[in-house]
């Protein structure tokens, strides 16, 4: 079958020009008004005309096109025809370089003076990003230039002050470091929805390598390469005794080939070795035998004065002599020369150093040669050497890299960066990095996309090396960044004609782009990333063609293909391709499959998607009721994972439903935002919305029985989060009634009963704190006959409370294997905050058992990852815990601060672990022999005790206050009698044994 073109369905495309990942450049002349008005016209044009010829000089030899000079002002390009990975930096040194010109210029009048005694300056401003670009006229200049990222750079020259150059960060990333640079600053432009992070350039600085850049930064942190490194010691061991060698290191950029060279050399300089290094550059400034200069300069600043004549030496004279120089050192003492970047070499460098190995060969010199380049510019520059084939990380080393460049972040995004860098370690640390200005410069409304981090300059990086594929390869390559990460064999040799086995398909996997799945039959992008930079390359009406035939081909195989995975695929192509009603039903019906198997994520992104379809469709379409009915079911998804940027759609269904005007669907609205505020831990507006619901589902009492059941159920919920536990069981028990019986009537069951199950749950944990543990444990067990082995999130749920109440009884193994699973379910639906209360609750229970730093540290981790969202539903918990544990530390100041935590939380009606806190506040106040606060804190926690009607906290209290009093030497037989009474009533085994061992030491 031939290579089907997808542009042949829109002829138009062509016409509508390329997209491309363009830098740009404005640069205006600074008072360009005041001196015209000063100055003769004759004397104006003339400047104007000198200021011209500067920008069609200086631009070219930067790798720049001028585009467009209008008046003072000039408007360039870099990235076409050819893309370079460091057009960013091109751009920068072009403009360093006019604005030292244009301030060097001199008036045509021959006064030797510019008007009012100014200097002649520009202003400048510097952009990247993907560009529409068509040919141009007359008019508008060499090209036509359309998208925003010329309207920014253009704003960033009007923001600049006179002389000054202002440039994106995500225009020049790590090459920022090539300047000296103003402190990074944020701007609003005209026309952005979000704020710019930009450098006003000073002048150039004396780094000369993306490594030293990096080091400017802070490296990436260095992890695994434990083979790599024996391979490096063992070559340097054999060249030092005598048998030369040459390892040529290989990787694409950004799988760490300098930072494992400079791993290596750190050991090496430690062995009796002498260390010559260099690098090779693309940029204008390279030189011939660029590496070697570097090395003789090093040399001559060291006092070597035999090293000093080569500099000024020609060129056949040098080569020779640097040969010379370099066996003499090596005939004195073992060397080690390493040259990095090896593809950029000229080839009188690759000359000398094949004439420098072959000669250490000859004569059995003590030299280790040693260079990194990239695999497909090798070849020929390192014939001879011996290959070490650099990989990316595997998943532990991505995973160690992003624990220290991301030391608080939760372990689903640690996931996401994964599967997004694909073990790439610069992309990695690019991702992480943007997520910390991420959360640093917003408030945490959900967690950050992984998928929004992408940088130009990172951009350009992965669109270079796509510009070095093959035509037929770089085809291949855009198809299967429109298909998706994850590619179909057969859809891509429907749409493109080539099989799996074809050398073109095959041969994207050398050039580190896409690989075989190890599911058979479909191939995977490597890096994520680099799926989303090719994908946006493509014209918007290509990749439209594309999705529309990609769709089809779908449809046409929909019965060969599971149900969810087609749905997913279809509703996302056709929304890419503006189908919106077929993206809104595949996309529903995917959001609908994800939920019944508990992937709450997948059920949040399919049902987003499905909502954003259908606000796409004509007005006056009857949407809204089926809008209300999905966000319903995006409401679900929610309460196990709630984020507030999740209230904004329950919000808008409310009011979607109050404009219909139906009391049924107004009711279900209200029920599930009040249900979302209740998972975000808001026990107040929850009340508020289950009452709204209340009254608007009593409407029609006998139709909404089940509703109003439900409503009742979560006001029970509410009502025991805010510990009104009286009317919270009386709700309670109204809904386990009518569940049950609904339960009794469906035979056989289709799902879980998984409301029955969590208002069973809710229960026990009332009856739990009420000290019934008994009665606890038996609602516990029948909520899991119903839900037990499902995997639900509801399950994780459950057993999250029941390790709970085991705490509070003090079975410490039976509160670790019950958190246990609730952690495990949590991770299996990517609930982060089941997964974390479930990390947390065993954490407690693990330090009450072993009381070691590792147990300590999985709380402060499990409290870490909810602290972005504002904790959440009875996350007081964790901060008693915490409290307990970093008091007993003696962390007086992070024992303080989680106690504050959890009062917070307790204005916030989240009384659950309160009194725990301020019990720890009393020790600590003891331990500073401050006896009457220590009071105040413990009739606090009592206080609590009585407005929970908590048994188990008055027997803790109680304790407590016996051990106080025994630290100030007064009698404390009685309080622990009652302390050991009440703690035997309960069947609180371990405080009861406790308690016994201090009555004995009294």
């Known amino acids: 079958m031939p290579m089907i073109n997808p542009t042949d369905q829109v002829p138009v495309s062509h016409a509508m020009g390329e997209r491309r990942n363009l830098t740009v450049l404005f640069a205006d002349l600074s008072e360009s008004t005041r001196l015209a008005d000063a100055m003769e016209a004759e004397h104006y044009a003339i400047m104007l005309r000198e200021l011209r010829a500067l920008y069609q000089g200086v631009v070219p030899r930067h790798g720049g096109t001028v585009v467009r000079i209008q008046g003072d002002g000039m408007l360039a390009i870099f990235g076409h025809p050819e893309m370079r990975e460091d057009d960013g930096r091109r751009a920068t040194e072009a403009a360093l370089e006019l604005h030292q010109q244009v301030r060097l210029m001199r008036p045509p009048s021959g006064s030797g003076q510019w008007p009012h005694g100014q200097e002649l300056s520009l202003h400048s401003g510097i952009h990247a990003g993907m560009v529409l670009i068509e040919e141009g006229d007359a008019v508008r200049g060499r090209f036509d230039l359309l998208g925003n990222t010329p309207n920014f750079a253009a704003r960033l020259s009007d923001e600049a002050e006179v002389d000054e150059i202002l440039v994106s960060e995500e225009t020049l990333g790590l090459q920022s470091h090539y300047f000296q640079t103003s402190e990074r600053r944020v701007v609003q432009l005209k026309g952005r929805s979000t704020a710019l992070a930009v450098y006003a350039i000073k002048g150039r600085s004396t780094i000369g390598r993306r490594f030293e850049a990096s080091q400017q930064r802070g490296l990436a942190p260095f992890v695994g390469r434990t083979a790599e490194l024996l391979m490096l010691d063992q070559a340097l061991a054999a060249a030092i005794q005598g048998r030369p060698g040459w390892v040529s290191i290989r990787a694409n950029a950004g799988v760490g080939k300098t930072r494992l060279t400079e791993e290596f050399l750190r050991r090496a300089a430690l062995k009796d070795c002498k260390i010559q290094r260099g690098y090779c550059e693309s940029y204008l400034s390279a030189e011939p035998l660029q590496p070697y200069l570097q090395m003789l300069r090093i040399l001559v600043s060291q006092g070597m004065a035999e090293a000093e004549p080569l500099l000024s030496a020609a060129p056949p004279l040098r080569q020779s002599g640097l040969l010379h120089l370099l066996a003499g050192l090596t005939r004195q003492a073992p060397q080690l020369i390493f040259i990095d970047d090896l593809q950029w070499a000229d080839d009188a460098s690759l000359l000398l150093l094949h004439r420098l190995y072959a000669l250490a060969v000859k004569q059995k010199l003590p030299l280790l040669l040693l260079t990194a380049t990239r695999p497909q510019e090798a070849g020929l520059a390192d014939s001879g050497a011996a290959m070490l084939e650099l990989q990316p990380f595997n998943t532990v080393e991505a995973e160690l890299a992003i624990v220290q460049l991301l030391p608080n972040t939760d372990p689903f995004i640690a996931l996401d960066i994964q599967r997004h860098a694909g073990g790439n370690p610069l992309f990695i640390e690019e991702l992480c990095h943007a997520i910390k200005y991420e959360q640093a410069g917003r408030r945490a409304l959900s967690r950050p996309r992984v998928d929004s981090a992408g940088q130009a300059w990172l951009s350009a990086l992965t669109l270079s090396r796509v510009a070095r594929l093959a035509p037929e390869q770089a085809a291949l390559l855009r198809a299967a960044a429109v298909i998706g990460n994850i590619i179909p064999a057969w859809l891509m040799q429907r749409l493109t004609g080539c099989s799996e086995q074809d050398t073109a398909v095959l041969g994207l996997a050398e050039h580190d782009f896409v690989y075989p799945d190890r599911r058979a039959g479909f191939f995977r992008f490597k890096h994520g990333l680099t799926r989303d930079v090719v994908y946006e390359s493509i014209g918007w009406h290509e990749r439209q063609a594309m999705h529309r035939h990609i769709a089809a081909e779908l449809r046409s195989q929909a019965h060969d293909t599971p149900r969810q995975a087609t749905d997913e695929l279809l509703g996302y192509h056709e929304a890419a391709a503006g189908q919106w ?173 998984v409301g029955l199950a969590y208002s069973l749950a809710c229960r026990a944990y009332v009856l739990g704190d009420q000290g019934h543990f008994a009665a606890a444990h038996a609602c516990f067990e029948e909520a899991l006959s119903i839900i037990q082995g499902s995997n639900h999130a509801v399950e994780a749920s459950v057993q999250g409370w029941r390790a709970a109440v085991y705490l509070w009884q003090g079975d410490w193994a039976q509160a670790q294997q019950a958190a246990a699973q609730a952690h495990r379910i949590g991770g299996l639906v990517r609930s982060l905050f089941t997964y974390s209360m479930g990390h947390a609750a065993g954490a407690y229970a693990a330090w009450q058992i072993e009381r070691s730093a590792a147990s300590a540290q999985s709380l402060q981790d499990a409290a870490t990852w909810l602290a972005p969202r504002g904790g959440g539903l009875f996350s007081s918990l964790i901060h008693g815990w915490l409290a307990d544990v970093l008091a007993e530390q003696g962390d007086v100041g992070g024992a303080r601060r989680q106690i504050a935590l959890a009062l917070r939380r307790g204005r916030q009606r989240d009384w659950i672990g309160v009194a725990m806190a301020y019990r720890a506040a009393a020790r600590i106040a003891a331990a500073a022999a401050d006896a009457q606060r220590a009071q105040r804190y413990l009739d606090a926690a009592q206080a609590v005790a009585d407005l929970r009607g908590s048994a188990h906290e008055s027997a803790c209290n109680r304790l407590l206050a016996a051990e106080l009093a025994l630290g100030q030497g007064e009698p404390a037989q009685a309080l622990l009698a009652r302390a050991a009474e009440a703690f035997e009533e309960l069947d609180m085994a371990w405080h009861l044994q406790r308690s016994r061992r201090l009555m004995a030491t009294v």
Do not use: M
Not at 586 to 599: C, F, P, V
Not at 609 to 618: F, I, Q
Not at 651 to 670: M, S
Not at 723 to 752: C, G, K
């Open 581 to 753: 009603a077929e993206a809104a039903v595949h996309a529903e019906r995917a959001g609908d499959q994800a939920l019944a198997a508990s992937a709450l994520d997948r059920a949040k992104k399919q049902y987003r998607a499905a909502l954003a379809a259908l606000e796409n469709l004509p007005e006056g379409s009857p949407i809204g009721t089926r809008w209300v009915s999905i966000a319903q079911r995006f409401g679900v998804a929610c309460v196990f994972d709630a984020s507030r940027a999740d209230l904004r759609v329950l919000q808008h269904a409310v009011q979607l439903a109050e404009k219909i005007g139906d009391a049924t669907l107004i009711a279900r609205a209200d029920y599930w935002l009040g249900y979302a505020s209740y998972a975000l831990g808001e026990v107040r507006a929850g009340l508020l919305h289950c009452a709204s619901g209340l009254a608007a589902a009593q409407c029609n009492g006998e139709e909404n029985v089940a509703l109003i059941a439900q409503l009742h159920g979560a006001q029970g919920q509410l009502l025991a989060a805010a510990a009104a536990y009286p009317e919270a069981l009386t709700r309670l028990d109204e809904a386990i009634v009518f569940l049950r019986a609904l339960r009794q009537t469906t035979a056989p069951p289709t799902r879980p009963a």
